[in-house]
């Protein structure tokens, strides 16, 4: 099956797909995000692109990978999305599940479970309805099999993100300044977590609860792939840029906000990385030195002008090579790193705007008042792109004035 998690150069990889962490809340903003694209196009549904995203990450690993049923479904688990279990000939049940269960909706409650249905479709070869959602005031989640579906063309054009030309292996390590921060010490650290959904006979849920949040180990090409299709049609029709990329930035912004920050006031960062923190600028790196173990590529430190301005570089960006893999490279798209400009944003507004230092509890009333509060919002700015076909990501954040 090819589980042997490979985390070099920033990329961490399961059965030969990129994989990366995030939390239930940058799950939630995103899926919500690809659903205002509800409209734009007379034949697009949203919904229909969450699942068959999902379907076509399954069926590569079923088509392409040799993956058997009872590999998928652990895969599924060890990934951190839950435990589904055949009821009878025609229908799944997530006994367990991410995404019914800490993925909520802005609005009315509905069914939600797209990744769980389209992943039981490329599974199966069926097409799949979720016919009952924790959602939609279910006691659980229902998935209905029904007719046999043809194989989706594959989207994303290369099986093997490393073997794809933007993924660079020759890059400095680009520091403002030495740190009181170990890098090495801290990723050795966050790997050695038990950060991986267990099966129920090993006493586990499927789920995976860190810092404070729902963690998932997901697939990088499944987050590129509805996030930049929504985006482009978005673009096409005349929306404006800044206007559809900020609905994306922004699931990067709250992921920053609970996951990172959640990091920040956890136990783990208290043994590991405080101790090495002698000013506010450390507390960058060592963050930075924590994403750097989560699959979002090689974060180096540019530039920290505290209070004022904040610099990063991405190499081997996960939504970089991922944007390559689906498209040609374009010098229009610049600013294409969703979770990174957001996610950098956030980090800025975690020292800076509420500083996280002071360990003030994270909720969704501090966040709506203070670090999502337009008064003090630092702006951000992508300069680089591997989409645009640069060697990095680089993404800069001001403060306002």
Known sequence: MGNEIEADKGLARLGGLSHVF?????????????QLGEGIEEDFVPDQLLKDAARAIAEHL??????????????????????????????????RSHYGEMTYHHGRPQPSCFFDAGFLSGMTGRDVVEVQCRHDDGSTDLFELREPVEPLPSPFRHPDPMADPPARFDFPECRVAE?????????????????????????????????????TFHYADYYNYISYEV???????????????????????????????????????????????????????????????????????????PGKELAIRVY?????????????????????????????????????????????????ALYMKTFNDPKGYWSVEQTHAIGAGDPYDRIVTRAPG
């Open 316 to 364: 081997n960006s996960y939504e970089g090579v991922g944007f390559r893999r689906l498209y040609p490279a374009d010098d229009r798209e610049r600013q294409i790193s969703f979770l990174a400009m957001g996610a950098v944003r956030g980090i800025a507004h975690l020292l800076w705007k509420i500083d996280i230092r002071e360990r003030p509890g994270l909720n969704e």
């Open 62 to 95: 079923r088509n392409e990978c040799g993956y058997s049923e009872g590999q998928l479904l652990e895969e599924y688990t060890r990934c951190g999305f839950g435990i589904l279990k055949r009821i009878d000939d025609d229908h799944y049940e997530a006994v």
């Open 231 to 305: 985006y482009r049609r978005m673009v096409a029709i005349g929306v404006p840029a800044d206007m559809a990329r900020e609905a994306f930035v922004q699931a990067g912004h709250v992921c920053a906000f609970n996951t990172l920050g959640g990091i920040m006031e956890s136990d783990a960062w208290d043994q590991v990385v405080k101790p090495m923190c002698r000013d506010v600028s450390d507390w960058v790196h060592g963050i930075v030195a924590v994403i750097n173990a989560l699959g979002w590529g090689v974060w180096r430190v540019e530039r920290i002008e």
């Open 179 to 215: 740190s009181g921060i170990d890098e090495s010490a801290v990723i050795a650290a966050v790997s050695g977590m038990d950060l991986f959904g267990k099966p129920e006979r090993e006493g586990g849920t499927g789920l995976v609860e860190a810092f404070g949040v729902g963690l």
């Open 22 to 34: 995030h939390c239930n809340h940058y799950n939630a903003h995103l899926q919500m995000a690809v």
